[in-house]
């Protein structure tokens, strides 16, 4: 098992950044690849970004592209996502998962997931 747990959710004007982080736990060695998705209010969880755990690609939803940027610490079994200038349409919960056998923008394809952090961006 792996077990996610997202911080550094909150309150963002728009414009400003704000940075979100995942810590890994448990079966690290089985992750293949992790990515965050987000679940605006009413409406069905989307992706956002996914990189591979070893290697490093990296892709974006075009919704975010430019905007934020998804990396990883290793060392620290770490996720991050640096959103700069948010606006108010970023506004979701935001969860972290990993992959064991893939990677890709379905849901689906990610076995384990995080709790979630509330990410509300100001007009």
């Known amino acids: 098992q792996v077990q996610l747990v997202e911080s550094g959710g909150g309150l963002v004007q728009a414009g400003d950044s704000l940075t979100l982080s995942c810590a890994a736990s448990?079966?690290?060695?089985?992750?293949?690849?992790m990515g965050w998705f987000r679940q605006p209010p009413g409406k069905e969880r989307e992706f956002v970004a996914a990189?591979?755990?070893?290697?490093?690609?990296?892709f974006y939803a075009n919704s975010v592209k430019g905007r934020f940027t998804i990396s990883k610490d290793n060392a620290k079994n770490t996720l991050y996502l640096q959103m700069n200038s948010p606006k108010p349409d970023d506004t979701a919960v935001y969860f972290c998962?990993?992959?064991?056998?893939?990677w890709g923008n379905g849901a689906y394809e990610y076995e384990h997931w995080g709790q979630g952090t509330q990410v509300t961006v100001a007009s």
């Open positions: 990189i591979s755990w070893v290697g490093g690609r990296i």
């Open positions: 448990g079966r690290i060695e089985t992750v293949y690849a």
């Open positions: 998962a990993a992959s064991e056998a893939g």
